[in-house]
């Protein structure tokens, strides 16, 4: 390693410039060929740079790539480019020296030994592991005449001595960095510089480098920043808004193949709604989930309008072959009717995308694919489980895979409880009185015995809390059938213990169920609605299904799938029989995802 690259620099240094551009810029053609770095890079720039097109971000990447690599050839040529850089801010530096604080852009091997040739100064840096490249390195530092402090130790003595000490504050974060904003992520950043600087009293000067043309460059030194009565995370955030504003108008000169984010504490999640509330519900707990996992999580919804067979089939065909090669193409996003929706999309940074339901299941996949994110679906989806890097599954849903979990009922999350028991008993003015609830949604395919056995039931109901001196919170659904509404208007006309009746259809408030559940001893509910069983597991409250009519298929599944956590009530619904319990179903079913959620990452 070492002899090659003194016989590249040998060969280097005889040839004309423009040829050893071109070498520059073939070095950064084939550097630009890693996958992998190349990925990093998309989603790096997708993240700081939302509104910019893949397009331009293709084209920052390929250029980035392509400085880097006329970078590695002028570090080898470097006196014969002096003359091509032009520094600004000169006069900016005082004559008790201080830090130069730079990022990893431009030719900074270049900057640092032109820096070391007009002014005093020396490059804070550590050992390379490589000890050949290291070696290497250090003759050529030494020949440029930049010395190298890689101790502490010489670093504070040269700034005794009024040395101007060059770091970095964008790689090599300690183990107890600050997490501080960079392009509104919260990064790891290095507080070396900001605490020599406090500690001596040292003035600090932001230092960005970028290329005009060619091997032309421009080194500017920013006004001086005192760091009296700031503390280190106030001159970092300063430092990094700096550097901000120095990448928005030059983004192609920072090494965005370097894991700037891959340590930081926040992420960027996408949901993906087909307009139904439950759908959209569960995608909602979800996201309070991860938002449990100590990170800072940023969420945008975007509704997607139903699409028709022949485009979902498309949609679902692309999903199957979407994967990395799709990285920042989008193109199976035009057969999508809803321009503004696949604006949105394109306009995105995501590090996961979540969906419920199958009809965007498809979409999610290839959004994942495009943005270069996680992808997350709930429920059982048309596109094979093996496409996605998790799958949320309900019991009852039958179906399983290698990155799949599978939990019991429906997914769901508590919000606000507490805010909305209180909004609840003070709009219905509610009593301080022990209460049952029952919650009644609506039959699936036998209206006969769903409203037979619904009238034995409510029959039932009254005796038992009037025996008990309960008040009964009662409340159906947005899909409660005409008939059954008018059914338990028609049993509680006038019954003394009945404390409130909620027609959903008519009004509803959104405190209602988390309410009347919260203030409720026991709380039944009719068992062919999933969602609303599930909600009340998750609520910790004793439930009662009430089995109204025969079930087949999924809801049979789900209802077997319970069997030890709920209590179940048959014809002839003898309530006074029952045991109610708490079930420990929702923290079961968070506690699986989290761990499925750290394996994401």
């Known amino acids: 390693m070492y002899y090659l690259a003194k016989f590249i620099q040998k060969i280097l240094e005889k040839l004309p410039l423009p040829l050893c ?47 880097f690599g006329i970078s590695l050839i002028e570090s080898l040529i470097a006196a014969r480019l002096y003359k091509r850089i032009e520094l600004r801010g000169r006069e900016n530096i005082g004559a008790d020296g201080g830090i130069l604080v730079a990022i990893h852009e431009g030719s900074w091997e270049l900057y640092n030994f032109f820096i070391a040739k007009e002014l005093k100064y020396m490059m804070f840096a550590r050992e390379q592991k490589k000890k050949n490249f290291d070696k290497f390195l250090s003759e050529m530092r030494a020949n440029h005449s930049l010395e190298v402090c890689l101790t502490l130790k ?60 060619g091997f032309s460059h421009v080194i500017e030194i920013g006004k001086p920043i005192d760091t009296a009565g700031a503390d280190e ?37 996408l949901i993906l709604s087909d307009g139904k509330a439950g759908h959209l519900k569960q995608s909602q707990a979800l996201l309070s989930i991860f938002k449990e996992e100590n990170l800072k999580v940023r969420s945008k919804i975007i509704e997607i309008k139903p699409t028709g067979k022949v485009k979902r089939f498309i949609y679902e065909a692309c999903a199957f072959f979407a994967g990395k090669h799709c990285l920042g193409c989008g193109g199976c996003l035009n057969y999508l009717k809803d321009s503004e929706a696949v604006k949105k999309i394109k306009e995105t940074a995501a590090d996961i995308v979540i969906s419920a339901g199958s009809s965007v299941a498809s979409l999610n996949r290839i959004v994942a694919s495009t943005l270069g994110a996680k992808s997350v679906v709930i429920l059982r989806p048309n596109t094979p489980l093996r496409k996605f890097d998790l799958s949320v599954i309900p019991s009852h849903d039958r179906i399983s895979a290698k990155d799949s979990v599978i939990i019991k009922g429906a997914l769901s999350y508590p919000e606000n409880v507490k805010e909305k028991t209180e909004n609840c008993k003070n709009f219905f003015k509610l009593g301080s009185s022990k209460k049952v609830s029952f919650f009644c949604g609506g039959y699936l395919s036998d209206k006969d015995a769903y409203i037979e056995s619904l009238k034995l039931f409510l029959k039932n109901l009254k005796k038992f809390v009037s025996a008990n001196n309960f008040k009964l919170l009662i409340s159906t659904s947005r899909r409660t059938q005409k008939e059954v509404e008018e059914l338990i208007e028609k049993e509680f006309s006038g019954f003394k213990n009945l404390e409130t009746l909620v027609i959903a259809g008519r009004e509803n408030h959104e405190f209602v169920f988390e309410g009347f559940v919260n203030l409720s001893q026991i709380v039944f509910v009719s068992s062919e609605s999933i969602s609303m069983i599930s909600e009340v597991l998750a609520l910790k409250r004793p439930c009662v299904c009430v089995l109204l009519e025969k079930y087949i298929d999924k809801h049979k599944v789900f209802l077997q799938s319970l069997e030890k956590d709920v209590n179940f009530i048959n014809n002839p619904y003898n309530i006074e029989e029952i045991k109610p319990s708490v079930s420990s179903v929702f923290e079961d079913n968070k506690t699986t995802l989290k761990q499925a959620i750290r394996r994401l990452f």
């Open 154 to 213: 010489k670093a504070i003595k040269a700034l005794n001595d009024n040395f101007l000490i060059g770091m970095v504050i964008d790689h090599g974060a300690e183990d107890n960095a600050l997490n501080v904003d960079f392009f509104s992520h919260s990064v790891p950043t290095p507080k070396g510089a900001v605490y020599l600087a406090k500690k001596l009293n040292k003035k600090i000067y932001p230092c960005f480098g970028y290329r005009k043309k």
């Open 233 to 269: 995370y106030e001159l970092l955030t300063r430092l990094n808004k700096i550097y901000e504003g120095h990448l928005e108008k030059h983004p192609s000169e920072y090494l965005w193949f370097y894991k700037r984010f891959k340590r930081k504490k926040d992420i960027d999640i």
């Open 21 to 67: 551009l071109e070498l520059g810029n073939m070095v950064g053609f084939f550097l630009g060929l890693n996958r992998k770095k190349w990925e990093i890079s998309f989603k790096n720039i997708k993240s700081v740079f939302e509104q910019k097109t893949n397009k331009q971000i293709r084209k920052i990447v390929k250029q980035s790539f392509r400085n």
